[in-house]
């Protein structure tokens, strides 16, 4: 099945500077890869995703690009700001049968500091 | 995406006894799923909650362990029967609009067994 790493574990930035968290996938068939954002007591929310028939996708302060041939795709946040500070999780589909099928990676706890 | 609510938001359990945990979805949707969550640790897919048949569990968890039902397309119960201390996690419900492979998460239980 499908193996998904992610590092680093844990990320402390000054605020506005940049910060970018790395997954590696392993089943070649994946070809959704969502981001996601949990704050303490909150469950999981989605904020940005990619599929694989692009490289990079946008979305104001938030970035993922996605090399397929490395397998490993990547969320880079500019311009941080201390409400940024949550645990970031990335996530591949199983790609065949096993559609919508989720599996993620260990977590990277991101703190900004004012 | 739909609004998605869970009860309990969190409850403390004796072992040896059952909780069951509604998921509540406000619109029809084709998939559900849910996760568990560790302390401080990722998620992990229990099972796909699918409509008017048996659910579809991962590997490392049964169906005595962890009865689904899913009796409409916006409502689904997970049961967490005969707990133990090693039970204790956060335990999420999410579901994927249809025809897509993303998925919105609901805000969790938080279930500690002691």
């Known amino acids: 099945g499908e193996n998904v790493e992610q590092h680093p574990s844990t990320l402390s930035v000054q605020e506005g500077d940049s910060a970018v968290i790395k997954c590696t996938y392993s089943?070649?068939?994946?070809?959704?890869f969502p981001w996601y954002k949990q704050e303490l007591g909150k469950g999981p929310q989605l904020i940005i995703d990619i599929r694989s028939n692009v490289g990079e996708k946008k979305d104001q302060r938030i970035a993922v690009t996605l090399n397929k041939t490395a397998k490993h795709f990547s969320l880079h946040i500019t311009e941080t700001q201390p409400e940024d500070s949550a645990v970031y999780f990335c996530a591949a589909n199983a790609g065949g049968t096993s559609y919508g099928k989720l599996t993620f990676g260990q977590g990277t706890i991101l703190t900004v500091h004012p | 995406s739909a609004v998605i609510s869970q009860k309990p938001s969190r409850d403390i359990c004796q072992r040896g006894t059952s909780l069951t945990i509604q998921c509540q979805v406000d619109s029809q949707v084709t998939m559900m799923f849910w996760y568990r969550q560790q302390p401080g640790q990722s998620l992990t897919l229990i099972a796909t909650?699918?409509?008017?048949?048996?659910?579809?569990?991962e590997s490392g968890f049964v169906i005595d362990k962890f009865p689904i039902s899913r009796p409409n397309l916006t409502f689904s119960t997970l049961t967490v029967s005969n707990m133990s201390p090693e039970d204790s996690s956060i335990y999420l419900c999410?579901?994927?609009?249809?025809?897509?492979?993303?998925?919105?998460f609901g805000p969790g239980t938080r279930l500690t067994v002691l």
């Open positions: 089943d070649s068939a994946s070809n959704y």
């Open positions: 909650a699918n409509q008017g048949s048996e659910a579809t569990y």
């Open positions: 999410s579901e994927s609009p249809t025809g897509t492979d993303t998925q919105y």
